[in-house]
């Protein structure tokens, strides 16, 4: 079994700060992308940031300058680090990970949870 345990969100004003941080747990292999998706009510689910084991980084072109994306290999888990944060930033936020495992024999999709991150104006 793989979990994927998102910690971090909240309720924050306009302008403030949030730290995301998702731990994968269970009989890990090897983990390739990991990444953080959002999903507004009534929206579909989109791409925040993404990171690859060599820390390669992708941002949405709306979170560039403001999030920051990391992780730390060792301990197989990914932060997303949300400066200057707007109302239009409010969503479930949800850790990614395409991840091996000892037993899947290839790599695989799983998903967090999710947490709420909640920008007042």
């Known amino acids: 079994q793989v979990h994927l345990v998102e910690s971090g969100g909240g309720l924050v004003q306009t302008g403030g700060s949030l730290r995301l941080s998702c731990a994968a747990s269970g009989r890990i292999f090897s983990i390739n992308v990991m990444g953080w998706y959002r999903q507004a009510p009534g929206k579909q689910r989109e791409l925040v940031a993404t990171i690859t084991s060599g820390g390669y980084t992708n941002y949405r072109d709306s979170v560039k300058g403001r999030f920051t994306i990391s992780r730390d290999n060792a301990n197989n888990t990914v932060y997303l680090q949300m400066n200057s944060l707007k109302p239009e930033d409010t969503a479930v936020y949800y850790c990614?990970?395409?991840?091996?495992?000892?037993?899947?024999?290839?790599?695989?999709?799983?998903w967090g949870q999710g947490t709420q991150v909640t920008v007042s104006s």
């Open positions: 990614n990970a395409d991840l091996a495992t000892y037993y899947s024999g290839g790599y695989l999709d799983y």
